[in-house]
């Protein structure tokens, strides 16, 4: 399951801020030469974009991409290119299969990760490459071997087939993703892209970048987050697994739980303690393969929701990983974690806006075709209007994403923000879900409907990533209204 935030982590972002602003012009060359450089879906240079809530299918509406590019807070004309490729594997390779993989309780992440890599969504905000000393800049790339914004053999550093594009990007790709038709595909998605690999990204080794990041881009290796425990889900500072420093190797020993992927990762990012300081600085995360001595799958846990996201409940027994595999700096990884969430709750955010506004729309095809005494139960004002004020929700809490993003892509901090929208998100689904279901009458109560999917996925929101009351403790941290001890 996408990992649980933490009581204690409420200044956990004050440790300090990361610019990921890029410019512009840089993602719409990379955006361009995608065509030519992939031969997989290709970007188109003109969509025929949709508008934000009056498209509820996964089928392209016919509307002004000038106006919407124009006009909309933080997404372009290449930011509606990269929804409008993202569509196609949706409509073809992804949902026309998830109901099969809903009813077997698992998809094939590998097969589908593949296709996503080689059409470039899972590396969209990811480095392309780096050379010696840190990440090639746009001077640099003009200045080497690199033909608009891809690597070639012989470059002089190391090619990592990501997109290099600011965040906005990944949240773009978030919500056309929200157009899959369940809960569990997208999550297992967000793992790879904007749960397990953030951190590795900014501050891994190039060694460790090479190993784990470059096959994760490309589909090759499927990655799972390990930081919630079974004593330690909301609190991360309690996590009990530990890691002991033996020569040039860490022993790993402990278990984690509630692991998205965990059953078909190929790798991890673990959070494990690696000493015996504070519990804010005595963690760090190290890249682990599943396929070590000494590595459990306990169990398959059996889910109320997400159904075809295979999760699970992972052991150590003396696990041998070699010290050079830990992200960044021992004992930073309680703060990189922290970071990676924010990137988690936003990304969360944006896949559950479109859930949302699918199951609304869905809901008032249904309602307009159904009768109760000789009525559409959509004439009812009872329910036109409650239609009318959920979809005002999300446009609300759209827009606060959408702000939050302009933010954080500026190397602000959004602690704040993030946590409010993740709070509001998960809250507002179970309203949208409880009360459209209700609309359906009979045939919400069965498996047959989205929106009965949707009422038994989204419940995770509010608990995944951060509880609710999490997010609120994080709120009042920001507000100042916490008790002074």
């Known amino acids: 399951m996408f990992h649980v935030g933490i009581k204690s982590t409420v200044c956990a972002c004050a440790h300090g801020r990361l610019s990921t602003k890029m410019a512009l012009p840089v993602g719409a060359l990379r955006l361009n ?19 934000l809530s009056d498209n509820v299918s996964s089928k392209p509406v016919p509307s002004s991409a000038t106006e919407v590019a124009g006009d909309h807070l933080i997404y372009t004309r290449d930011h509606f290119a990269l929804q409008e490729s993202l569509r196609k594997i949706v409509d073809q390779e992804i949902n026309p299969h998830v109901d099969q993989w809903e009813a077997e309780g698992t998809f094939p992440a590998h097969k589908v990760f593949k296709i996503l890599g080689n059409a470039g969504f899972l590396g969209v905000n990811k480095p392309v490459g780096q050379r010696d000393g840190g990440w090639w800049s746009h001077g640099e790339l003009k200045a080497t071997n690199v033909v608009k914004g891809f690597f070639y ?56 970048k090479e190993e784990f990041l470059l096959p994760s881009i490309a589909g090759d290796k499927v990655a799972c ?35 998205t992927n965990g059953t078909q990762a190929d790798w991890i990012c673990l959070l494990a303690n690696t000493s015996d300081g504070p519990p804010h600085r005595n963690k760090s ?38 010290c050079k595999n830990i992200v960044g700096q021992e004992g930073m990884g309680f703060t990189y974690q922290m970071l990676q969430f924010q990137e988690e709750r936003l990304w969360a955010v944006g896949n559950i806006v479109t859930m949302m506004d699918n199951i609304i729309q869905e809901t008032i095809q249904y309602t307009r075709q159904r009768k109760i005494f000789k009525l559409p139960v959509l004439y009812h004002q009872s329910v036109n209007f409650r ?22 892509i500026k190397g602000n901090d959004v602690t704040k923000l993030a946590s409010m929208a993740k709070l509001k998100a998960g809250r507002l689904a179970r309203e949208v879900g409880d009360s459209c279901l209700q609309y359906w009458g009979g045939m919400g109560f069965t498996s047959d409907v989205l929106v009965s999917r949707f009422y038994r996925d989204s419940r995770l929101l ?6 609710d009351e999490v997010m ?14």
């Open 472 to 485: 609120l403790a994080i709120i009042c941290k920001y507000m100042d209204t916490l008790p002074k001890k």
């Open 462 to 467: 509010s608990i995944g990533g951060g509880a």
């Open 153 to 208: 053999p012989g470059g002089g550093g190391v090619e990592y087939g990501g997109l290099g594009l600011d965040f906005s990007y990944s949240i773009a790709v978030s919500e056309e993703l929200g157009n899959i038709r369940c809960g569990g595909v997208p999550m297992a998605i967000g793992v790879q892209t904007d749960m397990a690999t953030p951190a590795l990204a900014r501050f891994g080794s190039a060694e460790l």
């Open 33 to 51: 030469q995608l065509a030519v450089s992939r031969n997989f879906y290709k970007f188109t240079c003109c969509v025929g974009a949709r508008s």
């Open 387 to 408: 239609l009318a004020e959920l979809q005002t929700e999300v446009e609300l809490l759209r827009s606060l994403l959408h702000r939050a993003t302009a933010l954080y």
């Open 285 to 322: 995360l190290i890249c682990l393969p599943m396929n070590l001595p000494g590595v459990h799958i306990a169990r398959k846990i059996e889910k109320l929701g997400m159904w075809s996201s295979d999760t699970a409940e992972v052991f150590f027994d003396d696990v041998r990983v070699p």
């Open 225 to 259: 987050l390990g930081v919630s425990e079974v004593g330690a889900g909301s609190d991360v500072s309690s996590i009990l697994t530990k890691a002991v420093k033996k020569g040039d190797e860490y022993v790993i020993n402990g278990g984690k739980m509630w692991t």
